[in-house]
């Protein structure tokens, strides 16, 4: 399996981003209008340069007029929604359109305003959700409070060890944090902190659970050969894969918590796009989905960055 992919015949030349926050004073519309404002204005384009649009959102919309009308424009607007690949798809769909030759410019957009919706994270309690069963039936804390104590028991960390770690990952992203202006939290915490919190699920305590936040991010792409007409630093787009798996969980007896299949083919897949052979000495640097410290604990071998069993 694989894509054919389009390895530097697309690169970004703008983007924007607003700080991520409880934002009392900002609906999904403000959102939108300053992450998008921000983009245009990195490269000095308006809105009418856009060619067309994707916007990512999960909760607050069904359409592409959560876009076209805040925005005052009367493009092609496509909504797009996977969950916490949302964002993803958003530019992963864009940039296809570009390498397609459908377009000129375009712009990705992701938003949600999450604080608003009474429920941790996204995808709970959302009215007329689908009935297929693929909505979540735990919360996402639940679902991740699983993956700990099965990776310590398949490969023989003790309860101790196992916390340390976890607190390690959720240390080393507060630090992060820390130095970001536009994150959620800019506070430095210690690992004594973090290992002595509440717990919210089985072992998880409340660092090992991510924030949640209303915010919103944008990105102008266009094709490689015009990179350098809105910028003298394009990021030109090596690899980009999506995978849907069948997501069955607890119901499959044979998955046993310590692995992403998806991700681990997706990464698969955007490797052999980019040329990329040995992700650990060729990668410089990466941001994982940490939504949940174990997450990114089996991210990093679902990735390739070490060996199964030794990312701890």
């Known amino acids: 399996m694989g894509s054919n992919g389009i390895k530097d015949r697309v690169a970004i030349v703008g983007m ?11 609906g999904v519309d403000d959102l939108l ?10 490269v000095g384009l308006t809105k009418h340069d856009i060619d067309a649009f994707w916007l990512g959102i999960a909760s607050g919309s069904h359409s592409g007029l959560a876009l076209a009308r805040p925005l005052g424009v009367t493009k092609p607007v496509t909504r797009v929604e996977n969950f916490c690949a949302t964002g993803s798809e958003a530019l992963r769909n864009a940039a296809y359109a570009l390498a397609s030759g459908a377009y000129d410019l375009v712009m990705a957009v992701g938003v949600e305003k999450v604080k608003d919706s009474g429920y941790q994270g996204l995808g709970g309690g959302r009215v007329g959700g689908p009935s297929d069963g693929t909505e979540r039936t735990l919360a996402a ?35 992060n944090g820390a130095r970001n202006e536009r994150a959620q939290f800019r506070k430095e915490v210690s690992m004594e902190t973090i290992c002595s919190a509440p717990l919210m699920a089985g072992t998880l305590g409340l660092f090992d659970c991510s924030g949640v936040a209303d915010g919103s991010a944008a990105a102008i ?7 350098h007409r809105y910028t003298d630093t394009p ?9 849907a798996g069948k997501a069955t969980g607890n119901a499959d007896p044979d ?5 992403f299949p998806e991700i681990h083919l997706a990464a698969q897949d955007a490797y052999a796009q980019a040329g990329i052979t040995d992700p650990r000495s060729q990668i410089a640097m990466a941001e994982v989905h940490d939504c949940f410290t174990p997450a990114e604990l089996l991210i990093y071998e679902d990735l390739g960055f ?7």
Request: charged share 25%; net charge negative; proline share 1%.
């Open 16 to 26: 924007g981003c607003t700080r991520f926050a409880e934002h009392w004073d900002k």
């Open 33 to 42: 209008l300053w992450s998008t404002a921000d983009a245009l204005d990195s």
């Open 141 to 175: 804390a639940a679902m991740f409070a699983m993956c700990g104590p099965a990776y310590a028991k398949k490969y023989g960390l003790s309860d101790e060890q196992m916390r340390e770690v976890l607190a390690r990952i959720s240390w080393k992203n507060h630090q």
């Open 221 to 227: 792409l266009c094709r490689a050969e015009d990179a």
């Open 235 to 243: 990021l030109y787009v090596k690899g980009l894969s999506f995978i």
């Open 255 to 259: 998955y046993d918590y310590t692995w």
């Open 306 to 312: 070490a060996e199964r069993g030794t990312a701890w």
